[in-house]
T-cell receptor, first 118, second 115 residues
């Protein structure tokens, strides 16, 4: 079974600073996907960024980027130039890549509560 | 606009009563999912369905039931057998064919309180 661990329950930074959220996972699968989801106070889950395990290049989406270390089973999220709107719970999630293709569950970490202070 | 709707946003029930949570999507996604979120924990999968009239148990299916009579709808019933039903429930959907990853899109959630 896969597990996802986020070791930082809470983090707090000043606006415009850079912050890195940690995520490690455990799996015996060789091909899979990793995601970061954001859950603001509205509780709507929003996809921030995704990474395919077979791709060595780290994914980036504007101010959000990841550091994917497959051998270490690490998938950290870096937020640059943080904004007040980045305040939210952030969840790291794992999904197997199976063949034949089909619906697959997301396995979530416990989340990191990030607060951006003005 | 395409999306996922869940109703109601807040739901209150007495212990011993069954309650059904609604989830509708107009994204034309084949797969739908139900997750449960408890304080201090990540989301856990209750049930999922890849196709109409077919569904699979997730990690915490005990005390829950689902149906998938239409592609757009995937209601979740929380039965009286569920020991700790008070939680935040999230519905999601995704495609299941073509090039992955099959990222899941979430609805706004339903907060269920059972007293």
């Amino acid at each position: 079974a896969q597990t996802v661990t986020q070791s930082q329950p809470e983090m707090s930074v000043q606006e415009a600073e850079t912050v890195t959220l940690s995520c490690t996972y455990d799996t015996s699968e060789s091909n899979y996907y990793l995601f970061w989801y954001k859950q603001p106070p509205s509780r709507q889950m929003i996809l921030v960024i995704r990474q395919e395990a077979y791709k060595q290049q780290n994914a980036t989406e504007n101010r959000f980027s990841v550091n994917f270390q497959k051998a270490a089973k690490s998938f950290s999220l870096k937020i640059s130039d943080s904004q007040l709107g980045d305040t939210a719970m952030y969840f790291c999630a794992f999904m197997k890549h199976v063949i034949p293709e089909g619906a697959q569950k997301l396995v979530f970490g416990q989340g990191t509560r990030l607060t951006i202070n003005p | 606009d395409g999306g996922i709707t869940q109703s109601p946003k807040y739901l209150f029930r007495k212990e011993g009563q069954n309650v059904t949570l609604s989830c509708e999507q107009n994204l034309n996604h084949d797969a739908m999912y139900w997750y449960r979120q408890d304080p201090g924990q990540g989301l856990r999968l209750i049930y999922y369905s890849q196709i109409v009239n077919d569904f699979q148990k997730g990690d915490i299916a005990e005390g829950y039931s689902v149906s998938r009579e239409k592609k757009e709808s995937f209601p979740l019933t929380v039965t009286s057998a569920q020991k700790n039903p008070t939680a935040f429930y999230l519905c999601a959907s995704s495609i299941v064919s073509g090039r992955g990853p099959y990222e899941q899109y979430f609805g706004p959630g339903t907060r269920l309180t059972v007293t």
